[in-house]
T-cell receptor, first 112, second 110 residues
Framework: DAGVTQSPTHLIKTRGQQVTLRCSPK?????VSWYQQALGQGPQFIFQ???????QRGNFPDRFSGHQFPNYSSELNVNALLLGDSALYLC???????????FGSGTRLTVV | KNEVEQSPQNLTAQEGEFITINCSYS?????LHWLQQHPGGGIVSLFM???GKKKHGRLIATINIQEKHSSLHITASHPRDSAVYIC????????????FGKGTLLTVNP
């Protein structure tokens, strides 16, 4: 039984570019959350998707957007990349709310 | 003040020692999570607690809801336990996000 799959694992982009990160949740999970983890910091909540809608959003600018597909997979899009967007982006899936989370291995984004 | 505080920030132990990591939180929660992260790696969920105590192998997690405090214990520590241990909480009601502590870097020396 596959866990959470994230792609790509590593990515290098130039300032001003746009990036799309992908996440396939664990089988049986219908909720996907995205987190940004800067080096040496704890993860920060970006947003959560449930039933193809953004259910909750953290304190991130509109440059960060997402989508959830009918098969529960999700994408995180970041426009107009800044150097400060360099971080590990983590996807976590769960079955609704109130249950445990399964995390992916993350996508390491470097903006140069 | 952060909503989730962990102590200590760094912990070095000798193999075989008993280890305790503490977590305090200041908000109402529906659950508390203990997570493990190896350097450069993803996060593994160890425990989810809403009351009492849970045990898995050499790991024990406890929570005191009234005192808003949780502890993670590792018995007979081993070098492979070296990792960052993170406490995170899920708020109640329509607050679904995980709020993370800053983590405790544990190094177990042989």
């Amino acid at each position: 039984d596959a866990g959470v799959t994230q792609s790509p694992t590593h990515l290098i982009k130039t300032r001003g570019q746009q990036v799309t990160l992908r996440c396939s949740p664990k089988s049986g999970h219908d909720t996907v959350s995205w987190y940004q983890q800067a080096l040496g910091q704890g993860p920060q909540f970006i947003f959560q998707y449930y039933e193809e809608e953004e259910r909750q959003r953290g304190n991130f600018p509109d440059r960060f957007s997402g989508h959830q597909f009918p098969n529960y997979s999700s994408e995180l899009n970041v426009n107009a990349l800044l150097l400060g967007d360099s971080a590990l982006y983590l996807c976590a899936s769960s079955q609704g709310s109130g249950y445990g989370y399964t995390f992916g291995s993350g996508t390491r984004l470097t903006v140069v | 003040k952060n909503e989730v505080e962990q102590s200590p920030q760094n912990l070095t132990a000798q193999e075989g020692e008993f280890i305790t990591i503490n977590c305090s939180y200041s908000v109402g929660i529906s659950a508390l999570h203990w997570l493990q992260q190896h350097p450069g790696g993803g996060i593994v969920s160890l425990f989810m607690l809403s009351s009492g105590k849970k045990k898995h192998g050499r790991l024990i997690a406890t929570i005191n809801i009234q005192e808003k405090h949780s502890s993670l214990h590792i018995t007979a520590s081993h070098p492979r336990d070296s990792a960052v241990y993170i406490c995170a909480v899920t708020g109640g009601g329509s607050n679904y996000k995980l709020t993370f502590g800053k983590g405790t870097l544990l190094t177990v020396n042989p």
